[in-house]
């Protein structure tokens, strides 16, 4: 269903980011963002002067690999436009990131090393996306992997599709569901099995 009408108003800002995943041909995954931001109207920066309306006053670039395991290997980012002159400095900095595994709690560790008057805002602004983006081109190949292993999968309880009382997780891993009728479907599974030694 699409959002309500809006309100009469004129358009300001317009930020841009693209992220994308590639499997390489060493193996490892390359994740890599593009962010861009523009002005409907001219503005006038310190350090870059007149800035005309569609130029980019931001604009980035980062690229993460990582590893089967989510652990990124390696890490560079690129500032191509940002405020100010020395906006450029922040970005050597993300190389930091190397080592970090992308799993709960990734962004409090990336901001620790990447966090405050080291890294750039916009820069960080773009890992939550690369990390979902990391997961979703890692995904078919990990939800096989899990699935042979004997253990919950990695998204279970993460959003409210993957909530062990859904019926996504009801229909896909039987085993791990928690809804109401939880039991009785557990119970009716254990009725069909047969006993061990038939």
Known sequence: MPLSKPSKRQKLHTRTITVEGFLREDGLYDVEAHLVD???HGV???DRGYLPPGEPLH???MRMTVNEELVIVRCEASTE???YGICPEAAPNFARLEGLDIRRGFLKAAAERVGGVIGCTHLRELLQQMATTALQTMFARRARREFRADRPPTLLNTCYAWASTSPVIKRRWPQYYTG???K???DSASE???ALGE
Do not use: C, I, S
């Open 38 to 40: 523009t002005k409907t």
């Open 44 to 46: 006038v920066l310190d």
């Open 59 to 61: 604009e980035m670039w």
């Open 81 to 83: 436009a940002g405020p």
């Open 180 to 182: 109401p009728d939880a």
């Open 184 to 186: 009785r479907e557990k």
């Open 192 to 194: 069909t099995e047969p």
